[in-house]
């Protein structure tokens, strides 16, 4: 989307922009909504899983609005140059999952449990 605002303005711009968006709602809703939901569902042990499972929740949505609050700030004085920042911000929360969220594929809640007491990250 960043270089999208680097091309002269048009209407071909304009169809790009609504193509690049549908792209990333896709790939959002298809993928990254959906990991973050199951990974909620599980990561927490038993005794605490609702309580935490809501804060966590809550935390998200309070980032969300921090994000459209000040998604039209930037937008405003930095240009497409604020798609860059975002994506730098998507590059380190994917470093972030890739070295520090376990893998949970074939495992139940009680195995999971149990490495998590155990500190291990297989």
Not at 35 to 40: A, K, R, S, T
Not at 70 to 85: E, K
Request: glycine share 10%; with cysteine; aromatic share 14%.
């Amino acid at each position: 989307m960043g270089l999208v605002y680097l091309l002269p303005q048009s209407t071909t711009n304009s169809y790009l922009v609504l193509g690049i968006m549908m792209l990333l709602l896709f790939f959002v809703q298809s993928m990254v909504a959906t990991v973050y939901w199951l990974m909620m569902s599980v990561i927490f042990p038993l005794h605490v899983r609702g309580m935490a499972t809501g804060i966590a929740v809550c935390f998200q949505w309070l980032a969300n609005g921090v994000v459209t609050l000040v998604f039209p700030l930037f937008l405003t004085a930095m240009g497409g140059q604020t798609f860059f920042i975002f994506a730098a911000i998507n590059v380190v929360s994917l470093i972030f999952v890739i070295k520090y969220l376990p893998e949970i594929r074939g495992k139940s809640l009680e195995t999971l449990e149990q490495e998590f007491k155990g500190g291990g990250r297989d």
